[in-house]
C-alpha cells in the first residue's frame, strides 16, 4: 500500500528527494514513518510525521538535514534529503502508523511497509 521511490547515487553534500505514495488513501487517518536499513543491521527510524497535525519527529542522526513533509492531495510523504553524507547509504522504508505522539514509535509499531528504495551516497 505504500511505493517508496527517488532514490539513486549521489555525491556527498548532495541531495535527494524520496517519496512515499500512497496506493490507497491512508494519509488522513496515518502517519508516516521514514527508516533506513544498513547491509547486516536492524532498520532504523529516520523521522515521521503526524497525520492529525503535521508535527515531525527525526532522529539525531539526521536532524537539521533531512526534511519530511507531505501533500494529502497527491497521497505522498516526502523525505527531502540535504548534506548527504556516505553513512546515509541506505535502503530506506516508508511505513504506516495510526499517531505519532512524542516522538516517533519503533518500527515494530508500523504496517503497510513498502518494498524500499536505495540510496547510495559515495564520489
Known amino acids: 500500500q505504500l511505493v517508496e521511490s527517488g532514490g539513486g547515487l549521489v555525491q556527498p553534500g548532495g541531495s535527494l528527494r524520496l517519496s512515499c505514495v500512497a496506493t490507497?488513501?491512508?494519509?488522513?487517518?496515518?502517519?508516516i514513518g521514514w527508516f533506513r536499513q544498513h547491509p547486516g543491521k536492524e532498520r532504523e527510524g529516520v523521522g515521521c510525521?503526524?497525520?492529525?497535525?503535521?508535527?515531525?519527529h527525526y532522529s539525531d542522526s539526521v536532524k537539521g538535514r533531512f526534511t519530511i513533509s507531505r501533500d494529502n492531495a497527491k497521497l505522498t510523504v516526502y523525505l527531502q534529503m540535504d548534506s548527504l553524507k556516505p553513512e546515509d547509504t541506505a535502503r530506506y522504508y516508508c511505513?504506516?502508523?495510526?499517531?505519532?505522539?512524542?516522538?516517533?514509535?519503533?518500527?515494530?509499531?508500523?504496517?503497510?511497509w513498502g518494498q524500499g528504495t536505495q540510496v547510495t551516497v559515495s564520489s
Open positions: 490507497i488513501n491512508i494519509l488522513d487517518d496515518y502517519s
Open positions: 510525521i503526524s497525520h492529525s497535525d503535521g508535527t515531525t
Open positions: 511505513a504506516a502508523v495510526e499517531e505519532v505522539t512524542g516522538g516517533c514509535p519503533p518500527p515494530s509499531e508500523f504496517g503497510f
